[in-house]
T-cell receptor
Framework: KAGVTQTPRYLIKTRGQQVTLSCSPI?????VSWYQQTPGQGLQFLFE???????NKGNFPGRFSGRQFSNSRSEMNVSTLELGDSALYLC?????????????FGPGTRLLVL | ELKVEQNPLFLSMQEGKNYTIYCNYS?????LYWYRQDPGKSLESLFV?????AVKQEGRLMASLDTKARLSTLHITAAVHDLSATYFC???????????FGPGTRLSVLP
């Protein structure tokens, strides 16, 4: 069974640009969650999608958005990039919900904003 | 606001020794998660604890949950070098509106 995949793995952008990250969950998993990891703030929950609907959202500005497609693949978009958006972005999939279920994480996308 | 603390933040121990990592959280929740992260890598789910008194074990790691004390422990038995990693606990509040990680405990097992 293939694991969670994330593309691209590495990305360099400049301030003010926008970026789109992609996450393909494990086959059959319908919930996809996104997390940001930085040295300063640690791991933070961004949002969770299930059946193309955002179910939960963490405390991030509206520049951070996402969506999920009918095949459960998810994309995350960050507009008007700031230096502080430099981070490792992780996505995780689970069957129905991250609450109480084992989550499987992708390798992450490392974003550097210059 | 849900806060999650871990103690200690850094732990250096010798192979063969036992130690415990503590995870405290501030609001009511009966779901707690433990993860492992190797340097430069992604997260790996270790344990999902779903009720008061839950205990799970995998190899040299054992996790437990006391929801009344709002405390979870990750006990390491007879540590080996391969256990060197950063360990995170995480809690979701009972409304599922938020999923909060602890700061992580960086474990180094020395030969």
């Amino acid at each position: 069974k293939a694991g969670v995949t994330q593309t691209p793995r590495y990305l360099i952008k400049t301030r003010g640009q926008q970026v789109t990250l992609s996450c393909s969950p494990i086959s059959g998993h319908r919930s996809v969650s996104w997390y940001q990891q930085t040295p300063g703030q640690g791991l933070q929950f961004l949002f969770e999608y299930f059946s193309e609907t955002q179910r939960n959202k963490g405390n991030f500005p509206g520049r951070f958005s996402g969506r999920q497609f009918s095949n459960s693949r998810s994309e995350m978009n960050v507009s008007t990039l700031e230096l502080g958006d430099s981070a490792l972005y992780l996505c995780a999939s689970s069957l129905y919900t991250p609450l109480g279920e084992t989550q499987y994480f992708g390798p992450g996308t490392r974003l550097l904003v210059l | 606001e849900l806060k999650v603390e871990q103690n200690p933040l850094f732990l250096s121990m010798q192979e063969g020794k036992n130690y415990t990592i503590y995870c405290n959280y501030s609001t009511t929740s009966d779901r707690l998660y433990w993860y492992r992260q190797d340097p430069g890598k992604s997260l790996e789910s270790l344990f999902v604890l779903l009720s008061n008194g839950a205990v799970k074990q995998e190899g040299r790691l054992m996790a437990s949950l006391d929801t009344k004390a709002r405390l979870s422990t990750l006990h390491i038995t007879a540590a080996v070098h391969d256990l060197s990693a950063t360990y995170f606990c995480a809690v979701d509040d009972n409304y599922g509106q938020n999923f909060v990680f602890g700061p992580g405990t960086r474990l180094s097992v020395l030969p």
